[in-house]
T-cell receptor
């Protein structure tokens, strides 16, 4: 298995532009998570899905952020409009929730820079 | 409020030396505790998992301990190698209908020659 696949690996954009991050979870996993990581705050949960349904989006900073999971093999995180304070590394993770003690498998992340 | 605190924030050791990283948590109710290793530019990877009844667990040169009474865990690295240079993140899971993960901010370890 290729693991969790995220794209793009790096994204540089200007303030006000729309940014879309993509994630392909591990096949067979039933839960998908979007995290944001910064030096100051560490890893912060933005939203997680179980069986493609959003369960907890309380970590989504504001209405500028939205996430979708149209099927079991694909999810997107969209920021519109982007702001410089959104600059961070965004990780997608998947798991087979309810087994293996909620072990998360992370992608390699998307490094987002908003100028 | 559920919290996980790790210490030290950063650590530099010589190759071949041992080190111990600490994790204190106030998460309740407790389900399990995991240590993750995050290499630079990569996502975290699970090293160990410990449940309430487990006191110690090893994974190669990594040994994790758990004291559920004092709500403390440690990760001991033996005979460190340059490849151990990474951030180590402690993650505690709660039980219940809405199991949640609480992440520590990590310890950044640098192993030097």
């Amino acid at each position: 298995d290729a693991g969790v696949i995220q794209s793009p690996r790096h994204e540089v954009t200007e303030m006000g532009q729309e940014v879309t991050l993509r994630c392909k979870p591990i096949s067979g996993h039933n839960s998908l998570f979007w995290y944001r990581q910064t030096m100051m705050r560490g890893l912060e949960l933005l939203i997680y899905f179980n069986n493609n349904v959003p369960i907890d989006d309380s970590g989504m900073p504001e209405d500028r952020f939205s996430a979708k999971m149209p099927n079991a093999s694909f999810s997107t995180l969209k920021i519109q409009p982007s702001e410089p304070r959104d600059s961070a590394v965004y990780f997608c993770a998947s798991s087979l929730w309810g087994s293996s003690g909620e072990k998360l498998f992370f992608g390699s992340g998307t490094q987002l820079s908003v100028l | 409020k559920n919290q996980v605190e790790q210490s030290p924030q950063s650590l530099i050791i010589l190759e071949g030396k041992n080190c111990t990283l600490q994790c204190n948590y106030t998460v309740s109710p407790f389900s399990n505790l995991r240590w993750y290793k995050q290499d630079t530019g990569r996502g975290p990877v699970s090293l160990t998992i410990m449940t309430f009844s487990e006191n110690t667990k090893s994974n190669g040169r990594y040994t994790a301990t758990l004291d559920a009474d004092t709500k403390q865990s440690s990760l001991h690295i033996t005979a460190s190698q340059l490849s151990d240079s990474a951030s180590y993140i402690c993650v505690v899971t709660t039980t219940g209908t809405a199991s949640k993960l609480t992440f520590g901010t990590g310890t950044r370890l640098q192993v030097t020659l």
